[in-house]
């Protein structure tokens, strides 16, 4: 299958961040993890393949990474209607904060491309 068009973004079609955790890690550059655990909903009325992903984290001292990749943590999530796929997954930081966001993309049962905003979310490393 080849989906085709300008990618639409479905109603229904969202992404929920359900839980983040700090951990701190012996790591010079990057020392701050946070896991976060995100929901894809399907409440619209066609199946959705999700076929990539976009990250985009950006530090408190401007400095972006962007990381592009096929699937989602290795798999090429099919939700049905009223369907929803969950993980975890993490990011690496060397500041004190950063602000991550993002999509999801991918094609309908119709085979138009679909994306999905993935909110922006605040990691605070916490005082201790």
């Known amino acids: 299958m080849n989906p085709s068009g300008t990618p639409v ?40 393949t999700i076929l990539r992903r976009k990250w985009i984290v950006t530090a408190d001292d401007g ?22 796929f969950t993980y975890n997954s993490q990011h690496l930081i060397g500041t004190p904060s950063a602000v991550a966001e993002g999509a999801y993309c991918g ?5 138009r491309q679909v994306v999905t905003r993935i909110p922006k979310f605040r990691m605070v490393v916490p005082d201790c």
Do not use: M, W
């Open 9 to 48: 973004e479905l109603a229904g079609l969202r992404v929920t961040v359900d839980r983040l955790i700090y951990r701190h890690l012996p790591v010079a550059d990057k020392p701050h993890s946070f896991v976060y655990f995100i929901s894809i909903h399907n409440d619209t009325d066609v199946t959705v």
């Open 63 to 84: 400095t972006q990474l962007v990381f592009l990749g096929d699937g989602v943590v290795g798999q090429t999530p099919v939700l049905r209607p009223g369907e929803k």
């Open 107 to 111: 094609f309908d049962e119709n085979l």
